[in-house]
């Protein structure tokens, strides 16, 4: 099959030209090729060729009209160019064609040159292992050995040699098999899942960085519930991420039960992901119910309940940030925030007096449309009816924060006196009346008693010092 048209790109012909002139061999490969065939956009180029990818960099770095920088990773035998054209920053790395063999402790294979085949060899998948030769005779010319035009016809994922060897020597790729299957919406072929099955304690190897690192890549994924589907039926789920788990189940005594509360997350999860491409945002929908576990309780009148879940689980966001190697800055506070408050604005909808839709306002902030999303996203009953209810109340409180917001602009809202002026006015040193005396303040906004106003909070001031026996200086 030639494929000549579809990497009509004058780089490509540049590269195989600089290639014939060192007499090597030289091809697009991997996951390029694969994206092409199936029309996703890419920019990362791997290029593999018979020969010194350090040395096919340098010289088409020579060659380039724009004279480029090659960045060359020595140890790993590799070397970077990145590139501007037809509107794009493309990024082309340039490696000899190798071949790799494992031990069973790491996943660090021992690696020497090879040819074509052998390169292809030590590749994930069938449909990553193709390879489209550039030297001006052979142009175009698709090598595939496994057939993974085929697979991407028939849209499977499998990988080109004995999946138990493939998995065990580097268990990495039972997680990238998983994306790919996210990502393209392609089935895994039976007998590869069954190796991941059998193969799964083996990620215990990987870093977890490259685990969450995968993690994030299914979570950006149109449809992330069903990667979280196939982690958890192949094994590596309960392993990477146990506190997931443990929300499956359904507990029934009678005629009281709850809901799945695993089944529920991914719904939400799937329903963030239609209205926003934010990744903390997908966290949080995967964390909102974490703590329901721990916090399941069941009473003969009432049932089931979770009280408390949104405190508690705000507070394991930590921990599984941190186990996660996930960056425990703003992003951290934002999903603990999100997990926190996630029940407060349907909360508000049998008291949607305007105080509590300050506070509401108040506390998410910036962060309100997408608490506002989770909110509406957490409504996942199957009683269409019920539904219906939940999110047309929902559209209420809506309306009311917009009014209120517009009235009272309390979103960015600070007390308007500031703990240095109170400690000035009142000759305090820091301490805790300072605190009292601000909140005091902030509590009389957001209940609506006095105007977000700095004249009325100074007045309002003066009469709380004033009750704590307080005086003004001069
Ligand atoms: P994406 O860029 O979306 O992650 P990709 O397939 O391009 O997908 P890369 O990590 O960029 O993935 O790797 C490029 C190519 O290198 C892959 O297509 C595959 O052929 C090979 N490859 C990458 N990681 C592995 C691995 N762990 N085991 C075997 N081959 C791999
Ligand atoms: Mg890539």
Known sequence: MNLKAHIDNDIFHLIGNVADTMNIDAYVVGGYVRDIILKRPSTDIDIVCIGSGIELAKQVAQTLPQKKKVSIFKSFGTAMIHYYSLGK???????????ESYRRDSRKPIVENGTLQDDQNRRDFTINAMAISINEQTFGELLDPFDGIYDINRQIIRTPLDPDITFSDDPLRMLRCIRFATQLNFSI????????????ERIKIISQERITEELNKMLMSRHPSLSFQLLDRSGLLKIIFPEFVALKGVESVGEKSHKDNFLHTLQVLDNVAKQSDKLF?????????????????????????????????????????????????????????????????????????????????????????????????????????????????LRLVQKKMKEIEEKDRIRNFKVPVSGEEIMEMYNLTPCKTVGILKDAIKDAILDGNIANDREEALKFLDSEAKKLGLKKKE
């Open 89 to 99: 920053d493309w990024q082309i790395e340039f490696v000899g064609a190798r071949k």
């Open 189 to 200: 072929l039976p007998e590869t899942f069954e190796a991941i099955k059998r193969n799964c």
């Open 281 to 393: 945002l997908r966290w949080a929908a995967v964390l909102h119910d974490i703590a329901k576990p721990l916090c399941k309780h069941y009473d003969e009148k009432t049932g089931y309940s979770f009280h408390g879940h949104e405190v508690k689980g705000s507070y394991m966001v930590e921990k599984i940030f941190r186990r996660m190697h996930l960056p425990l800055n703003e992003n951290m506070k934002y999903v603990q925030k999100l997990v926190f408050l996630h029940l407060r604005p349907i909360a508000l909808v049998e008291q949607v007096t305007d105080s509590a839709v300050r506070r509401c306002l108040f506390e998410a902030g910036d962060d309100i449309e997408d608490l506002l999303i989770l909110c509406q996203s957490d409504i996942t009953s199957k009683n269409i009816l019920k539904k219906q209810r939940y999110l047309s109340n």
